[in-house]
């Protein structure tokens, strides 16, 4: 069942193997091995691949078929459990950054927070 997941999760990327080998940090033998069901991802594995595609162990495991975790994630501002389309991408965006780039963007989100959201003293939100 990993198989087939890992398969139709990384065409839906558009991505070839080789890519994804090396956006996770492993050799692409490995990763064609996890493909063709001839070697078993560990634990660790089982969960890096799972952030990098944003689906659940679960998902992967073949134990439900809801594939997109943050479709589960509630929202604050609409209360649904569904994440919009540009809030996953930023959320798979961001999953693959570096730490460095991450401390990035998390500034840059906050200056834009302070900017658009939080008025100063007798100021509106732009």
Excluded: W
């Excluded at 956006?23 to 070697?39: A, D, F, P, Q, S």
């Excluded at 809801?66 to 540009?86: G, H, R, V, W």
């Amino acid at each position: 069942m990993i198989t087939d997941r890992l398969i139709k999760l990384r065409e839906n990327r558009q991505l070839k193997q080789t890519e994804v080998a090396k956006l996770l940090n492993i050799g692409t033998v490995t990763y064609n091995r996890y493909e063709k069901g001839e070697k078993e991802p560990d634990h660790n594995m089982l969960v890096r691949l799972a952030t990098f595609f944003n689906v659940s162990v679960d998902y992967l495991l073949g134990i439900n078929d809801i594939p997109n975790i943050a479709e589960k994630c509630p929202t604050e501002k609409n209360n649904s459990n569904q994440l919009t389309t540009d809030e996953q991408e930023l959320i798979q965006l961001y999953r693959e950054l570096p730490p460095e780039g991450k401390i990035t963007i998390k500034s840059l989100a906050k200056t834009q927070h302070d900017l658009y959201v939080k008025p100063k003293s007798d100021e509106k939100a732009i």
